[in-house]
């Protein structure tokens, strides 16, 4: 537990400082790139909008999940981790994986149909498993937190 | 609950406070409170080891089996 309370000021740093930087890419670097490819490729220059929509909504996704991740911490310091309001921000990070992986899957199938050569359509299916397995992990983490704080409960009502 | 703590009888018994009770056995008086209304859902063999030192008696004398 002791070690455990030690990682939570450092990752707070860098939750910190990967947030600043998706919100970085959000706002200057994706607009800036597409509206760049855009004018160099005129004839997807259709595409420069919706691209740019879900590459900042999956940003958004993530920053879910590391505001959440900072409530978890928040609770880990207070040794409330194993209660209910923990379970609150769990399904905020499942819920937010599982849109990623619906914008996801949904560019996938759109790339898959439309692309010419097989670059893109395997980046998007590699991304697709790695997010899938990201996702299911959760819930198997959610369902051990579950029993977790069923146990701590029980030992807390034992005098 | 069909297992009743007979702490009252055995405080009384030994015109024992709670207070003082729970003092020597290391409780707070809130737990021994729990106890003695019956809304206690487990006992530590340790906690229960300390009652029985305390007031100088067996389990069998502070827990009781009844039909619910």
Redesign the interface.
């Known amino acids: 537990m002791v070690t455990g309370h030690r990682v939570v000021l450092p990752l707070r740093l860098f939750l910190v400082l990967l947030f600043g930087v998706l919100v970085v890419f959000q706002v200057l670097s994706l607009p800036g790139q597409f509206a760049h490819m855009a004018r160099e490729n005129p004839d997807l220059a259709h595409l420069r909008w919706p691209a740019t929509a879900v590459t900042v909504f999956w940003l958004l996704c993530v920053q879910v999940v590391i505001v959440a991740i900072w409530r978890l911490l928040t609770l880990v310091k207070r040794d409330r981790i194993f209660s209910e309001a923990s379970l609150v921000w769990v399904d905020v990070i499942v819920g937010a994986i599982a849109a990623a992986w619906l914008a996801l899957a949904g560019v996938f199938l759109f790339v898959g149909f439309s692309a010419h050569d097989p670059g893109l359509p395997l980046v998007l299916f590699l991304l697709l498993i790695g997010v899938t397995v990201l996702g299911l992990l959760m819930l198997v983490m959610r369902a051990l937190l579950r029993q977790a704080t069923t146990l701590r409960t029980?030992m807390d009502?034992?005098? | 609950m069909a297992i009743v703590v007979r702490l009252d009888v055995e405080l009384a018994k030994r015109k024992m406070s709670v207070g003082e009770f729970a003092e020597k056995v290391g409780l707070t008086p809130a737990n021994v409170a729990v106890l003695k209304n019956g809304r206690a859902k487990a006992v530590r063999f340790s906690t229960l080891e300390a009652m029985c030192r305390v007031l100088g008696c067996q389990p069998g004398d502070l827990l009781e089996w009844v039909e619910d």
């Open positions: 029980d009502a034992v005098i």
